[in-house]
C-alpha cells in the first residue's frame, strides 16, 4: 500500500483501523513507513469501533470530512466497514478515494449500488496467493484421526517448519 501511495503521489492520508493487532500492526507501519522520511504524511488515524457506537461513527467521518485528506486507507473488517459506509452514506461524503485491506475489500454487501457513489474506484489490496509445491498432497493424506495418542492428548498434526519451504 506504501508503495501504491508513493506511486501516485497521495502524501496526504488518513487511516482507519480497527481496535486489535490487524489495525494496530498496520497503523505502525503506516506511521513509520508513511511519515516524514517516508516522504508523507497521515492526516489522521481514528480506531473505528466494534460495537454499535453511531456517536464515534459520526465523529470519525466528521473528521474525515473536514480534513482535505482525500485518500483514506481502512484496515478494518467488514462489519467496521457497513457500519461506517452507513454514516458516510448518511453525511454524503464522497470524492474520497479508498484503499481497502483484504478484510473487506471483496464483500459483496459493500458493492452495492446505494454505495457506488462512495466507494467507487476503491483499490482493494489482498496478499497475493501462492503456490506450496505438495501441501495439497500431503493434506489429502494425513489422517488426524489415527494419531490421536499422540503426547500431547490431541488429534493436532504437524510438520517441520522446513517442510514447505
Known amino acids: 500500500m506504501i508503495q501504491i501511495l508513493k506511486h501516485f503521489d497521495w502524501t496526504w492520508a488518513g487511516l482507519l483501523i480497527s481496535d486489535d493487532d490487524y489495525g494496530v500492526h498496520a497503523a505502525r507501519s503506516f506511521h513509520s513507513d508513511l511519515g516524514p522520511a517516508g516522504g508523507g504524511c497521515l492526516a489522521y488515524t481514528e480506531i473505528l469501533p466494534w460495537g454499535d ?6 465523529r470519525i467521518v466528521n473528521v474525515m470530512r473536514k480534513s482535505t485528506a482525500r485518500v483514506v486507507i481502512v484496515f478494518a473488517y467488514e462489519s467496521h466497514m457497513i457500519k461506517l459506509m452507513n454514516e458516510v452514506e ?3 461524503v ?3 478515494q479508498w484503499i481497502a485491506s483484504e478484510a473487506w475489500s471483496a ?6 449500488p446505494h454505495l457506488m457513489p462512495y466507494l467507487g474506484g476503491t483499490l482493494g489490496i489482498a ?5 506450496i509445491p505438495g501441501l495439497r498432497d500431503f493434506l489429502l493424506q494425513i489422517r488426524p484421526d489415527l494419531h490421536h495418542n499422540n503426547t500431547y492428548g490431541n488429534s493436532m498434526v504437524s510438520f517441520p517448519l522446513n517442510w514447505y519451504l
Not at 107 to 112: K, R
Open 107 to 112: 464483500a459483496d454487501v459493500l458493492q452495492t
Open 127 to 131: 496478499i497475493r496467493r501462492g503456490e
Open 53 to 58: 457506537d453511531p456517536a464515534e461513527l459520526r
Open 90 to 92: 448518511r453525511q454524503n
Open 94 to 96: 464522497t470524492d474520497l
